[in-house]
C-alpha cells in the first residue's frame, strides 16, 4: 500500500494517529470527521494516498466506483434517514480555490436533521 508519511490521513489509515472508525475493508476507510458540520459527518478515503480529485485516471474507476457505492450504505448506518425525507450531502473540496486543507483525497458524507452548523 502507498502511503505518504507526512500525510495525516495516511496516517489515520494505518492507525498512527487515532480515529472514531465507521468503515475498513482492503481498499477504504471511513472516519468520524473530526470538527462535524452536521450531525452526520463522517470521511470517506481510499487507504492508498491519492492527492485528490485532480489527480484520477482510469486505473482509478473501480475504486473510487467502490468508495462512492459505500457511500450511501455508510450514511444510512451512521443516522441518515432514508431518501427522499432524509438523504445526505456528499462534498469533495479539491485544490486550494476548491477549499482542500488535507491533500489525500477524501469524500465528507453529511447528514442527518437540519439545520446544520455549516453547509
Ligand atoms: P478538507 O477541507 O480538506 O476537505 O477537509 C478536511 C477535513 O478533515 C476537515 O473537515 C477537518 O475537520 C478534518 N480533519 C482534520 N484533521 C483531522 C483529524 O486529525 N481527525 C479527523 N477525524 N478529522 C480531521
Ligand atoms: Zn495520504
Given at each position: 500500500m502507498e502511503h505518504d508519511p507526512n500525510c495525516l490521513f495516511c496516517k489515520i489509515v494505518q492507525g498512527a494517529i487515532p480515529s472514531r472508525k465507521v468503515y475498513e475493508d482492503d481498499q477504504v476507510f471511513a472516519f468520524h470527521?473530526?470538527?462535524?458540520?452536521?450531525?452526520?459527518?463522517?470521511?470517506?478515503?481510499?487507504?492508498?494516498?491519492?492527492v485528490s480529485?485532480?489527480?484520477?485516471?482510469?486505473?482509478?474507476?473501480?475504486?473510487?466506483g467502490h468508495l462512492m457505492m459505500l457511500a450511501p450504505k455508510l450514511a444510512l448506518q451512521e443516522g441518515c434517514r432514508p431518501y427522499p425525507e432524509g438523504g445526505f450531502r456528499i462534498v469533495s473540496n479539491t485544490g486550494a480555490e476548491g477549499g482542500q486543507e488535507v491533500h489525500h483525497l477524501h469524500v465528507h458524507v453529511m447528514g442527518g436533521p437540519r439545520p446544520w452548523l455549516r453547509g
Open positions: 470527521d473530526i470538527n462535524p458540520w452536521a450531525p452526520v459527518h463522517f470521511l470517506l478515503v481510499p487507504k492508498r494516498h491519492i480529485f485532480a489527480h484520477v485516471d482510469a486505473q482509478h474507476a473501480p475504486l473510487l
